[in-house]
């Protein structure tokens, strides 16, 4: 008796699904978690009780570029690397597949993608398929056919079919997710055309989009790829182990995707720790729009690993708050941050907030409360912003902790209205500063002011504004960030006046906000 064999008869392990499931809905699962392994003599495939592969794109051009990406992909901790065909110039089936199949460092999946199906091949199906069936009896462990076609290329195989090979039958969706009973139906005709293994990317319209195929993923009785493309879509791939998915893109770098929305090998090894990814692994995330500029993930996820937590911290990109609160609403969805815009609206979607939070009027901190699944909202901002400023302004005197603020008494001017801005200027107010609120528009500047009884100022009118000498400045907009990094909401001359300047935007870290444009001017 072989290993794998030994290995497929082991128990699988119990599996459990965040989302309210029946019994009979549980034995399915439980059926669907024990995915069988591949009997491959040339190659090993560890996909052993549900484990995700790794898959590397290859999209390069030339036969030796893409064995150099091959040997890279190995070198990154790839499982599987895609050899997409169709990217290939001058492509001549036998001479390359030898070469790309028959020298492989690691098992293969061959995609030879129509350009009616968001490829680049725009010959005749006759000859794709050779190719593909060429790549079958040279070895590959894997073919793509598109489930369009898979009747004909099904019936092409039929006879020939080695022991260790799989047929990926898949579906692509590059406008929206379809609702939960047609992606079922999908599947169903995915499996009926002969797929070993089935395969559906959708595109991500809105990332409540992605429950949808979580559900069917984990409800599906043969190995599963299930992916939503897109921004959005990411947390479709990042959770893929929770849920049970088969398998996972990670291309090699920026430029190499061969989907919208693919992260890197590197980043699905090192900052989410996709291989520690199970059933159980509880979920959290920073909400914003937009997100991908956030480093809370890398900072995070190194924390969860230090710690030995058994969680992954993702970026969201949420576009209606109330809604995607309402799909992600396990008790395995443990916690959200909250950033631009989205600070005020959590007030309102949390079933208790705190006091501090609830007098600033913005949440940045959302916890799922474990006995009962109630949202909890705190508000860190002012306490980390505040902190840093007066550990800045002692540094800068030269001075240990005092009693009295260093920012008492002192003219302490926020650009911005919105939630951060709302927390310096609760945290300002409350260390006794003078508050000023700059705004692009004035009403909602004028509504803060009023709030925290401070006083009220356009953009445009801060640029001529100076009642004294050492004030403080605080960026709290996304003016600056990327990807509109040459705006800066202040003159260099206007910054003459300021002898702190506190700017929210980190990234990147040479933006032309106020921090860069001290250094870069050298104003005081």
Known sequence: ??????????????????????????????????????????????????????????????????????????????????????????????????????DRPLPVLVTYRPKWEGGEY???????????????????EYVDVELKVADDFVRLISEKKPDNFKLIISSHNYQSTPS????????????????????????????????RMFQVIVHCQVP?????????????RLL????????????????????????????????????????????????????GHSKSPVLLNAAFKSAGFDAVYVPLLVDDLVSFLNAYSSTDFAGFSCTIPHKEAAVRCCDKVDPVAKSIGAVNTIIRRPSDGKLIGYNTDYVGAISAIEDGIRGSRGVGKETVSP????????????GAGKALAYGAKEKGAKVVIANRTYER?????????????????????????????????????????????????????????????????????????IHKFDCP
Do not use: W
């Open 180 to 211: 939960s009973e047609e992606l079922s139906g999908l599947v169903a005709r995915i499996q009926a055309a002969g797929a070993d293994i089935v395969k559906i990317a959708t595109t991500a319209v809105d990332i409540v989009d992605v429950t």
């Open 407 to 418: 920012l008492a008494g002192k003219v302490f001017v926020i650009i911005g209205a919105g």
């Open 240 to 291: 893929c182990p929770k849920f049970g998915g088969y398998l996972t893109f990670g291309t090699l770098g920026v430029g190499k995707e061969s989907a919208p929305g693919q992260p890197t090998i590197s980043d699905l090894l090192n900052v989410y720790n996709i291989r520690q990814i199970g059933a159980d692994t509880k979920f959290f995330g920073i909400v914003g729009k937009p997100v």
């Open 1 to 102: 008796m072989n290993r794998s064999t030994k290995l497929h008869q082991q128990p699988p392990p119990p599996f459990r699904f965040s989302f309210s499931l029946s019994s009979s809905q549980c034995q399915g699962v439980c059926r669907r978690a024990s995915f069988f392994p591949l009997h491959c003599e040339s190659k090993s495939i560890p996909h052993i009780h549900g484990m995700t592969l790794l898959c590397v794109p290859l999209v390069a051009k030339s036969v030796e570029q893409m064995m150099a990406d091959m040997a890279a992909a190995k070198a990154h901790g790839a499982d599987v690397v895609e050899i997409r065909l169709d990217h290939l110039s001058d492509f001549e089936p036998r001479r390359d597949l030898q070469l790309l199949v028959g």
């Open 122 to 140: 725009e010959g005749d199906d006759k000859q794709r398929f050779e190719a593909l069936c060429l790549a079958m009896e040279l070895g590959a």
């Open 445 to 517: 500047a004028r509504e803060l002011a009023n709030l925290i009884g401070g006083h009220a100022l356009t953009l445009s009118e801060l640029e001529t504004f100076h009642p004294e000498d050492g004030m403080i400045l605080a960026n709290t907009t996304s003016i600056g960030m990327q990807p509109n990094v040459n705006e800066t909401p202040i003159s260099k001359q206007a910054l003459g006046s300021y002898s702190v300047v506190f700017d929210a935007v980190y990234t990147p870290k040479a933006s032309n906000g106020p921090i860069r444009t």
């Open 224 to 236: 599963m790829i299930g992916l939503v493309m897109g921004e959005r879509g990411l947390v479709s």
